[in-house]
């Protein structure tokens, strides 16, 4: 064993980008059931951006654009649910379900003639003086645009719940759809707002698997990283903050696991290959468990369909 | 569909299951179908197989018609396109994938006129399976002794997938040769317990990078570990095909699985009607294993080396697993000189004297 091998500073550093493709797609399910909505699609939505966002950005030559695409097919997919769900009044667990299937099958068509392509990798960005604080510097600062994106987006995502008046009512319509309706606010438009919001972030975060994580279109790529993202949020109790910790917690365990297998540490693999999972589980749960308990926190009227009838 | 219409077209499905392939036959036509786990665009396991099949196809000519379906799970849906392929006439199916043996196994007593091919599988209960494998581990053996010539920290990286004997002897293979050229090296194993995980795979080849090694092997399908190297300016080497387009600069050789000479050789005895049932394994002497072109950055001296290596294991004159050799607890595995038996081989379950840690169970 030789726990000397692994630097602390490194693997801070690839904890925050092995975190974030999990960290947006989060963000954006945080929003969509806060909205009162369950789009279990997450999976079908990332693909659909990792293939999306890699085409285009072979095309482009520009990983940027291949970002925004990324964000374009996320929404346009995920609006697939919101026209089934919000005005056919469908069921949205099955809905979503169907969603990753349908993500997954059109993801490895579109991608056919992609696979084996080398792709260019979006740029780091190093922060002026910032990045040249010793060690800070090397784990926060040396990253490329999205893990600033990522890390804004958590401040964007808690400002525009907890202080805007937009915010509000998009939690009002989550708690309490028919005292919204009642208010005068169109559940139905804002919900599907939000289902694009979820969807543009998720095709972000599979844009980052594609672009920059792993810089080449394989099917299936994902490999559920979606379902982590699903299950992080509720786990979260729908707040942003507690997204950000478990994102970084489940990719940080997973890194580590990796590199205390390489330097020999005599703990059985299956354990540790299980750790990302059961520490994120269990850190969440005990800091949702200290006030009242998850359930409390879940949006009222999350899941259920809305209809004007009056 | 009314019961009777039922019977009768069942009736003549299987009239045309019974009767097509002699027919073909017959007349010195063969349909040869393929049956793959993954993707053909998956640049590894499944993309060699088609690989093996348009070669039959460029060797046999108009006498062969090939067909292929791809990303067929393990299972229930083995058994459909199954079904489907013989019921379309074709005379040789080869399944090429651990977990279709069952499946090949029940399908093969239901259609004795059709000759079913099983890739890695040990379980041929009818007359009419045949298994094939390939000895990837006389590839390990020469990736193993570039790597330890090629390595500056001594400290060569693997990223394993299953414990199974298959990965422990190409562990051990590598080991054992990059030790004899560079007594002072070091393997760090990591295992990912997937085949194919591309996001799992670079994040290990990350941890490996991240901890000192200089060179990375791989015993898992996506191209994601090669690609970190590439990006990191760390050497690499490509699994099951040629993955040096993802790594131009640092990609130093892939072992490749070459099945197309066994599968033009198994079309043409089914052709000639010489086709029986066999067990087999091929590897460099029979062209089953293949290394793919050398990098120009690997020195003269070192790649002369790996060539001489891959001579003495193709002309049968070397084994990799030649005694003396212990195991990791230090116990006697073969004596000087002793050959192992290919029984002990397949069953391999440890890591030899040297390696480090312990291996999942």
């Not at chain 2, 060797?59 to 299972?75: K, R, Y």
């Not at chain 2, 007594?183 to 991240?210: C, G, M, S, Y």
């Not at chain 2, 892939?254 to 033009?264: A, Q, T």
């Not at chain 2, 290596?309 to 070397?318: C, F, G, R």
């Amino acid at each position: 064993m030789d726990l000397s091998a692994i630097s602390p500073t490194l693997l801070l550093a690839a904890l925050i980008v092995a975190s974030t493709p999990i960290l947006l797609a989060a963000l954006g399910e945080l929003i969509v059931e806060r909205s009162g909505v369950l789009n279990l699609g997450v999976e079908g939505m990332m693909i659909t951006g990792a293939v999306a966002g890699f085409i285009a950005a072979i095309e482009s030559g520009s990983p940027y654009l291949g970002f925004l695409a990324a964000a374009l097919a996320g929404a346009a997919i995920s609006m697939l649910f919101g026209l089934l769900t919000q005005y056919l009044l469908s069921n949205q667990v099955a809905t979503g379900l169907a969603l990753t299937l349908f993500g997954l099958g059109l993801s490895a068509l579109l991608g056919q003639s992609y696979t084996g392509v080398k792709s260019m990798t979006a740029p780091k960005i190093e922060i002026p003086l910032l990045s040249d604080i010793p060690i800070l510097g090397q784990i926060l600062f040396r990253h490329d645009a999205m893990v600033y994106v990522s890390l804004i987006m958590v401040v964007a995502v808690w400002y525009f719940l907890a202080r805007s008046r937009a915010g509000m009512i998009l939690r009002a319509v989550g708690e309490n759809h028919e005292a919204a309706h009642a208010l005068g606010y169109p559940v139905v438009a804002i919900r599907l707002a939000a289902i694009a919001f979820g969807g543009a972030m998720a095709g972000l975060g599979g844009a980052y698997l594609s672009l920059v994580r792993i810089p080449q279109w394989t099917e299936g790529m994902t490999a559920g990283s979606g379902w982590i993202a699903l299950a992080i949020v509720v786990f979260a109790s729908w707040k942003p903050s507690r997204v950000l910790i478990g994102a970084y917690l489940f990719g940080g365990v997973k890194v580590l696991q990796l590199n205390l297998q390489a330097a020999g540490v005599s703990i059985p693999v299956e354990y540790l290959s299980m750790s990302p999972y059961l520490i994120t589980i269990l850190v969440l749960v005990v800091i949702s468990a200290r006030r009242g308990g998850a359930q409390s926190d879940a949006p009222a009227s999350l899941g259920q369909s809305f209809h004007a009838s009056h | 569909m009314k019961r009777r219409d039922f019977l009768a077209s069942s009736a003549g499905v299987a009239l045309a299951a019974a009767t097509l392939p002699a027919w073909a036959e017959s007349h010195g036509m063969v349909k040869a179908g393929f049956i793959y786990v993954g993707p053909v665009g998956d640049l590894g396991w499944s993309f060699q197989h088609d690989q093996g099949r348009q070669q039959v196809e460029a060797d046999l000519g108009d006498a062969v018609e090939t067909v292929f379906v791809e990303s067929v799970p393990e299972g229930a849906d083995a058994e459909r396109v199954l079904t489907q392929m013989a019921l379309d006439g074709s005379n040789i199916i080869f399944t090429t994938s651990f977990g279709y043996m069952d499946a090949t196994n029940a399908f093969a007593a239901k259609f004795p006129d059709v000759k079913f091919e099983h890739a890695t599988g040990y379980k041929r209960d009818q007359a009419n399976v045949a298994t094939y494998n390939a000895r990837f581990y006389e590839g390990r053996a020469v990736i193993g002794t570039i790597a330890g010539r090629m390595t500056k920290t001594n400290t060569v990286g693997y990223i394993a997938s299953f414990p199974i004997p298959e990965v422990l002897m190409g562990i051990n293979a590598a080991y054992i040769h990059a030790k004899k050229v560079n007594p002072a090296v070091q393997f760090k194993i990591v295992w990912a317990f997937t085949w194919f995980d591309p996001e799992k795979e670079a994040d290990a080849a990350n941890a490996l990078i991240e901890q000192g090694c200089d060179v990375i092997m791989q015993h898992t399908d996506s191209t994601a570990p090669v690609t970190i190297a590439e990006e990191k300016g760390i050497f690499s080497f490509g699994q099951a095909s040629d993955m040096g387009k993802f790594g131009p600069n640092t990609c130093l050789t892939s072992i490749v699985d070459n099945w197309g000479p066994y599968y033009s050789r198994r079309v043409k005895a089914v052709m000639d009607g010489t086709w029986a049932q066999s067990d087999t394994w091929d590897g460099m002497a029979e062209g089953g294993v293949v290394i793919a072109p050398i990098n120009a950055v690997v020195p003269a001296d070192v790649k002369a080396e790996a060539e001489a290596l891959m001579a003495s294991i193709a002309d049968k004159s070397y084994h990799p697993f030649t005694g003396p050799l212990n195991k990791q607890d230090g116990s006697e595995f073969l004596a000087a000189g002793a050959v192992i038996d290919d029984g002990t081989l397949a069953g391999m379950g440890f890591y030899v004297e040297g390696i480090e840690g312990d291996i999942p169970s």
